[in-house]
Every structure is written in C-alpha cells, then in structure tokens.
C-alpha cells in the first residue's frame, strides 16, 4: 500500500507495510497547521497477491501463518475470523434480501400487528450477529 498528500506526486508516494506506519502517517498530517483536505492511498495488487503466497494455512486450526515475522500483533489475522465475518456477511445479506424496501434502499421490519420499523445498519448487524447464535430467525429479531 502507498500514501501520498497532495501536493506531492504519485512518484513520491510512501510505501507502507505495517499499520503502525499508516498509524503514524495520518498522525503527521493531521497535526500539521493545516491539515490536508484530501489523501490517496494505493492498493497494489500485485504485492498484495506475492504476499498472499508467502501465507500458509493451517487447516486444523485455522490460523494463518506467515513466512515472515511481524512485530505488529494488532494486524495477525486468523482464517476464523475471517470466516466469521463471511456468514456475518451471508446472513445479514439474507435479511437484506428479505426485508428490503422496493421503492427506496432502506430496510423495513413488518410486524404481527402491521406496525412497520425501520432497519437501521446497526439493527441489521446486531440481528445478523443473532442470527448467527441461534437466538433469532430470519422471521424473528431478537429482543
């Protein structure tokens, strides 16, 4: 990943490989007198999938480990958190397909009685994150 502040050219662009040093890109240009109205950040594919190769799987764990060592534990991911959020991301995907409006992109909850309530993106998470503990149905929220 690179970063560049305008007005400094894409050439000059700051390569990043850890997110202490992301962390500590943003905190230099938000504590300048005049902090910048705009940041590119460039996502380079190509190093993304030469990294991906250096990773290896554990299947019976499901943590991922990788060839070379990293001094910044906040950005060790595991494949189950990984997959975690996948069905996160399925089975709120389901509650969007079923409870979507037709006439705008908002969500609408219809209940026994008729009474219509608004979806909010954090009531979706929070039926989804339900959902997946066996404490809610697609039909049902929970409490």
């Excluded at 079923?98 to 705008?104: A, F, L, M």
Aim: proline content about 6%; some cysteine.
């Amino acid at each position: 990943m690179c970063v560049f502040i305008p007005p400094t050219k894409k050439s000059e662009a700051v390569d990043i490989e850890k997110f202490s040093e992301y962390k500590n890109i943003i905190e230099i240009a938000l504590s300048r007198s005049t902090p910048p109205k705009s940041m590119t950040v460039l996502i380079l594919l190509d190093k993304i999938k030469a990294f991906s190769k250096k990773v290896t799987g554990n299947e019976e764990d499901g943590v991922g480990i990788s060839s070379e060592s990293s001094s910044d534990t906040e950005q060790d991911s595991t494949h189950v958190g990984d997959s975690l959020e996948q069905e996160l991301g399925r089975l709120r995907g389901l509650l969007e397909d079923k409870y979507q409006n037709p006439n705008d992109a908002g969500y609408t909850y219809i209940c026994d009685n008729g009474d219509r309530l608004p979806l909010t993106p954090f009531m979706m998470k929070e039926w989804a994150r339900a959902l997946f503990d066996h404490t809610a149905s697609i039909t049902m929220p929970p409490n």
